[in-house]
């Protein structure tokens, strides 16, 4: 009668970092009388408090009594996390009151509407999972801006002030839709703008995002093309 042995292999690893999470660790055994190794995997888990998520919109221009919706995410496993809000300026810290936030998932938005000048300052999102609170808080800064109806350049004399005499600047960033690939920006100082023609392909599908800024208002808009 053929007698069977249970054999046991362990590894020890560390430190992991946040790269390793979803890492597959594979197991292969084999002997004489087996020719095909017998494999068994495991994928690495982890735990960690809450952290800020990347490449998240951080200055948000409002108008008086214009709403602005803020959105904060945050990378935390598990992913339930609970969000508080808290409004900072030079005068004062301020929580924000819960029935102007949202939460999905490891995003939360904050309903915000800035009604005085003491109201724009900035907005720190802290999130809390069964692990621990979160140490570096996402910061939002909420500055004044004046919403245009529409985006019109027109031709001036080179080297005069735009906008009654204030100086201004106007930004194009041209996005590649598909994936919103960053392929060039332009600052107009002058109406006659050419991008560089060799990084652009007549078969992509574009998306002009177009930003005018000076001191007393700041506007948006997007064209795709």
Known sequence: MPLSKHLRSEIVLGPLSRQDLHSKLVCKASNHERATAVEQ????????????????????????QENAEIRCIVDANPPDVEFKWTFNNSAESIDVQASH??????????????????????????????IGKQRQPCVFHIIAAVRLESLRIAPTKSGQPMHGGRSAAIWMYFVQQRNNKLMGIVTIREMAVTPDR?????????????????RMFMHHCNIVC
């Not at 690495?44 to 800020?52: G, R």
């Not at 998932?105 to 999972?129: F, H, K, Q």
């Not at 060799?198 to 998306?207: L, M």
Request: aromatic share 12%.
């Open 41 to 64: 995997s495991v994928q690495i888990d982890m735990n960690y408090a809450p952290t800020c998520a990347p490449n998240q919109q951080r200055v948000y221009g409002v108008a008086k």
């Open 198 to 214: 060799g990084r652009f392909s007549v078969y992509s599908r574009w998306k002009l995002i177009s930003m005018v800024w000076h």
């Open 101 to 130: 936030i949202s939460r999905l998932g490891t995003s939360s938005v904050v309903s915000y509407t800035p009604m005085t000048e003491l109201d724009y300052g900035t907005l720190l999102c802290v999130a809390t999972n069964r």
